[in-house]
Each structure stands twice: as structure tokens, then as C-alpha cells.
């Protein structure tokens, strides 16, 4: 059984920075293909950046160039780097594959003020 835990998000004012942890533990062998996703209160859950093939990478267009995704395998985390928050980036955040869906984690609370 894979488990998903996110963490590190919190409130921030406009303009800051976040840095996310979802550590993966269980019978999980590789990152390939794991993302970040959000959901916005009365909004569908959107993926906002995804590790392709490899190490490549993805984002969601309102995210592109303020954030990074990015992994450590041998501790089986995967980081987003949150910069110049906008308050529309308020949301829970989630981890998981972009298929192939893992079991989902509780996520972490992204709070944006103005």
C-alpha cells in the first residue's frame, strides 16, 4: 500500500513563497510520472505541474514561471516551489501520478492573502 503525505503549506501574503513536500512511502518504485494538483473551494482539482517522461516537466499555464517541481528519488519526495503567490493560487495542494492514480494523501492548505 503506497501512502502520500503533503505538507508545507500554510498562509503567505501575496507575492511569497511556498515550498511543498509530498513524501511517498510503501510499494512505490519510481517518481516518473508523479504531479501536483490543486483543488480551489467549489473547483474541480486541476494538475498544475507533472514530471512527463523522465525528469521532464509540465505546468498548468497560470503557474508556468513561478513554479518548479522537482524530486528527490532516493527519499521518495517530490517538492513544489511555490513563488510569487496570487491569492487565485489558494487551494489544497495533493500529490500524485498524472494516471494511474495512487491512493489519495489529505494535502496541504495553500492560503494566499492579498
Known amino acids: 500500500q503506497v501512502q502520500l503525505v503533503e505538507s508545507g503549506g500554510g498562509l503567505v501574503q501575496a507575492g511569497g513563497s511556498l515550498r511543498l513536500s509530498c513524501a511517498a512511502s510503501g510499494s512505490i518504485f519510481s517518481l516518473n510520472g508523479m504531479g501536483w494538483y490543486r483543488q480551489a473551494p467549489g473547483k474541480q482539482r486541476e494538475l498544475v505541474a507533472a514530471?512527463?517522461?523522465?525528469?521532464?516537466?509540465k505546468y498548468a499555464d497560470s503557474v508556468k514561471g513561478r513554479f518548479t517541481i522537482s524530486r528527490d528519488d532516493a527519499k521518495k519526495t517530490v517538492y513544489l516551489q511555490m513563488n510569487s503567490l496570487k491569492p487565485e493560487d489558494t487551494a489544497v495542494y495533493y500529490c500524485?501520478?498524472?494516471?494511474?492514480?495512487?491512493?489519495w494523501g489529505q494535502g496541504t492548505q495553500v492560503t494566499v492573502s492579498s
Open positions: 500524485n501520478r498524472e494516471y494511474y492514480f495512487l491512493p
Open positions: 514530471f512527463t517522461s523522465g525528469y521532464s516537466t
